[in-house]
């Protein structure tokens, strides 16, 4: 389990890193005779189709290799380059390596790679998904055939040891406007979902990350696509969330409640905002949550109750039940989680009484 978690940080730490370019000696790598490029095809080849798997030690044993040698290379710990790489070398890599049917035969395999080999693929992918002159090649590759590849990923997500790797590789995608897009539809969001509510908790907590990632990724100077697609598609989304929230799973419930938070704060999805504090049911639900019996859940249920008490003047029937239940409500939020010192926390608390004491003079609009 710790070398999982290792091997996570490891990546997503290299995810992070810009593949190092500088003038220097183009040489074309795919060509070196340290690659038997033939091999690693039949290999990756006799996976696929050996129904005995009989040949499948040795074909890792040269996928890991080949591998181990592209990370030497990129890492700059091939003492026959030099360093740092040539853009143009990267990009000769990058060309070589969509030119045959070898990134492909990994892509659909790697299920039945060891994790660490996995792990080193998943390194070595998503950098050279970041190498670009006019595109990026390796995304536009994988664009072709984007489709199947997401569902071969969804249909491994939950396997052993496998969860990590289908994980890493959504939320890579989602750095690719196009890639993204396909990914913010109902469908995979669904399929996500389900992989949230279920009780293994490595599958749960990956899963969690790649829905947030996606529906919270933003551009800098772009199209916000995840606004624009939660804006279309609020109703479906908050009904999703709200479906997670009232399973007996309590990291399903802490993770959409935060989700809900992290959405409806957001200063363009305003329209989400007065469809959920719209709702009675919604604040019938949250009352409830507020006595739920772990701490988490009542302080996310709190920030939520602070939404729709400073939006319900917009919503008569809101603010009846509020005025109707004022006392009570006050009464609770004065000892609600006092032993919290978090100055925003108290901050936030104290207006929400402010808020639930002016109350008093909303008699004459419903009585």
């Known amino acids: 389990y710790q070398r999982r978690v290792h091997g996570i940080s490891e990546v997503k730490q290299m995810e992070k890193q810009e593949l190092p370019h500088s003038p220097g ?211 479906s989304i908050i009904e999703l969330l709200l479906k997670m929230v009232n399973q007996e799973n309590f990291f399903a419930k802490r993770e959409a409640l935060k989700l809900l938070n992290i959405l409806l704060v957001q200063e363009g999805l305003k329209d989400v905002l007065k469809y959920f504090v719209s709702s009675v049911d919604n604040l019938k639900l949250i009352m409830n949550l507020l006595l739920d019996p772990t701490v988490v859940i009542q302080y996310e249920a709190f920030l939520l109750m602070k939404l729709i008490v400073g939006e319900h003047s917009q919503y008569p029937p809101i603010t009846e039940i509020l005025k109707k239940n004022k006392e009570q409500l006050r009464e609770f939020f004065m000892v609600f989680q006092n032993e919290r010192e978090d100055m925003k926390f108290l901050k936030a608390k104290k207006t929400l009484l402010a808020q639930l004491d002016e109350f008093k003079y909303l008699s004459y609009l419903y009585f």
């Open 25 to 235: 000696k183009s040489k074309d790598i795919l060509e070196s005779s340290s690659y038997n490029m033939i091999q690693i095809i039949h290999a990756f080849q006799g996976i696929a189709t050996d129904p005995e798997k009989k040949d499948i030690p040795t074909a890792r044993e040269d996928i890991e290799k080949h591998f181990a040698k592209l990370e030497a290379v990129l890492t700059e710990k091939d003492p026959s380059y030099k360093y740092p790489l040539a853009k143009e070398e990267l990009l000769s890599l990058v060309r070589g390596l969509i030119k045959g049917p070898f990134l492909k035969e990994v892509l659909f395999n790697l299920d039945k790679l060891d994790f660490e080999t996995r792990k080193s693929f998943i390194l070595l992918f998503t950098n050279f998904m970041k190498v670009k002159l006019d595109s990026n090649p390796i995304v536009d590759y994988l664009f072709e055939f984007y489709a199947e590849y997401l569902d071969y990923l969804f249909s491994k997500y939950s396997e052993k040891d496998f969860t990590f790797c289908a994980g890493c590789l959504l939320r890579s995608f989602v750095g690719y406007e196009k890639l993204h897009q396909t990914l913010l539809s109902m469908e995979y969001l669904n399929k996500l979902a389900a992989f949230i509510i279920e009780p293994t908790f490595d599958v749960a907590s990956d899963a969690i990350d790649s829905f947030t990632e996606i529906l919270t990724h933003t551009r800098p100077g772009g199209v916000n696509l995840t606004q624009n697609y939660v804006k279309e598609n609020y109703v």
